[in-house]
């Protein structure tokens, strides 16, 4: 079947410090891949997406690149800032499921000034 | 404002009874998703509609069930409740299936 795992959080960083999020995946068929954030008490707004291997995409200083040898989508962010802080979500769609989103468990990043 | 409008933003609701959720896609959109999100199970995929015909299905319960109608809205029904369906339900829509989903903002439903 189709699953995600990304990296447990809360993760704490201070202001300007380096930001990695591990995403892995597992699908049949050739997924689409996606970071989602999650600012408290909204919905889910798409940061960034990848659609084949070695594509990279990228948004707001956030970057992840579609690692099909190592099923991957590490999300990246040279320097975080406080307005960062939300939970990030690692997501796949494939056609044979509707494109229907299939998410990991989230990773809470709380950034400290 | 991600265009997509839920209704009611907050329910709250005893174990046993039946609750409709609404929610309105963004204009032109014609596929309509619901997800589940609880603190064990994480967001959970429920059910997807296209231009008012089931196309996908996911984690749903026999006690829920959705449609959508020929103005595109769609309401998600949750009967026979219980404490354990208390969650965030979240409605995305995407203009065709493999198009960016974008995500109202949830109601938030409380089974007492």
């Known amino acids: 079947g189709n699953s995600v795992t990304q990296m447990e959080g809360p993760v704490t960083l201070s202001e300007e410090a380096f930001l990695t999020i591990n995403c892995t995946y597992t699908?049949?068929?050739?997924?689409?891949l996606f970071w989602y954030v999650q600012y408290p008490g909204e919905g889910l707004q798409l940061l960034l997406k990848?659609?084949?291997?070695?594509d990279k995409g990228s948004n707001k200083g956030f970057e992840a690149t579609y690692r099909k040898e190592t099923t991957s989508f590490h999300l990246e962010k040279g320097s975080v800032q406080v307005s960062d802080s939300a939970v990030y979500f690692c997501a796949l769609s494939v056609s044979n499921s509707g494109y229907a989103l299939n998410f990991g468990k989230g990773t809470s990043l709380l950034v400290t000034p | 404002d991600s265009g997509v409008t839920q209704t009611p933003k907050h329910l709250i609701t005893a174990t046993g009874q039946r609750v409709t959720l609404r929610c309105s896609p963004r204009s032109g959109d014609l596929s309509v998703y619901w997800y589940q999100q609880s603190l064990d199970q994480g967001l959970q995929f429920l059910i997807q509609?296209?231009?008012?015909?089931?196309?996908a299905k996911g984690n749903i319960l026999e006690r829920f069930s959705a449609q959508q109608f020929p103005d595109l809205h769609s309401e998600l029904n949750l009967s026979s409740l219980e404490l354990g369906d208390s969650a965030l339900y979240f409605c995305?829509?995407?203009?065709?299936?493999?198009?960016?989903?974008?995500f109202g903002q949830g109601t938030r439903l409380t089974v007492v």
């Open positions: 995305a829509s995407s203009f065709t299936g493999d198009t960016e989903a974008f």
């Open positions: 699908a049949t068929g050739y997924p689409s």
């Open positions: 509609y296209y231009n008012g015909e089931e196309r």
């Open positions: 990848a659609t084949k291997a070695d």
